[in-house]
């Protein structure tokens, strides 16, 4: 199991680009990087995922060092709306059946 | 459609009453989950069950006993319930397979208050 760091919180305004570093220097050769977002009231879902380089949808792009020992998940231009936490889950779905989430990252975005 | 669906969403009870939470998924997954999130977030592998079999059982009190009658439904039912249950509690599933585009689909989860 890869254990994942990742800042408590981070506050930004609307407009701006917001980048989440996580740490994680044991992942494994057959792991994936994937980070989810989480409303309050709401389950976790999926934004983004990589396996190295770099990697970008239409909500975010995830950049993966060539050690593999960190990713940035940064989304740009944020808005209101993007208040959540993110969490940053680094493993080898399905096959790790004991993925634990961290704390993950509470950005707040202010007007 | 929802594709992970869990009843009920809320729930209040008192200590030491026995409940149970339900979940459903229509995405054919084989490997259901459920997770508990505490007041920090921390969201922490409870069980995970893989083509209706036991794979984890995380160190949860045996008051926790997960149910699955078939792929798509992994019930949950709690015995006995004390104050340091109140959490909110999450199923999710994940499909076959491992690789690119592989992930982890949660449901809205079920709030419990352990009054």
């Known amino acids: 199991l890869a254990k994942t760091t990742q800042p408590i919180s981070m506050d930004s305004y609307e407009g701006q680009e917001v980048n989440i570093t996580c740490s994680h220097n044991?992942?494994?050769?057959?792991?994936?990087i994937t980070w989810y977002q989480q409303f309050p009231s709401q389950g976790p879902r999926f934004i983004i995922q990589?396996?190295?380089t770099k990697v970008t949808n239409e909500v975010a792009s995830l950049f993966i060092p060539a050690d593999r020992k960190s990713s940035t998940l940064s989304l740009p231009r944020v808005s209101l709306s993007d208040t959540a936490v993110y969490y940053c889950l680094v493993g080898d779905i399905p096959n790790d059946y004991k993925l634990s989430f961290g704390a993950g990252t509470t950005v707040t975005v202010r007007a | 459609d929802t594709a992970v669906s869990q009843t009920p969403k809320y729930l209040v009870t008192q200590m030491g009453n026995d409940k149970s939470i339900k979940c459903e998924q229509n995405?054919?997954?084989?490997?259901m989950y459920w997770y508990k999130q505490d007041s920090k977030k921390f969201l922490k592998i409870m069980f995970s069950?893989?083509?209706?079999?036991?794979?984890i059982n995380e160190t949860v009190p045996n008051r926790f006993s997960p149910k699955s009658p078939d792929k798509a439904h992994l019930n949950l039912h709690i015995n006995s319930l004390e104050l340091g249950d109140s959490a909110v509690y999450f199923c999710?599933?994940?499909?076959?397979?491992?690789?690119?585009?592989?992930?982890?689909?949660f449901g809205e989860g079920s709030w419990l208050t352990v009054v």
């Open positions: 999710a599933s994940s499909p076959p397979g491992r690789g690119s585009g592989n992930t982890i689909y």
């Open positions: 995405l054919g997954h084989d490997t």
């Open positions: 990589g396996y190295k």
């Open positions: 044991n992942i494994a050769t057959n792991d994936y």
């Open positions: 069950y893989n083509n209706k079999e036991l794979i």
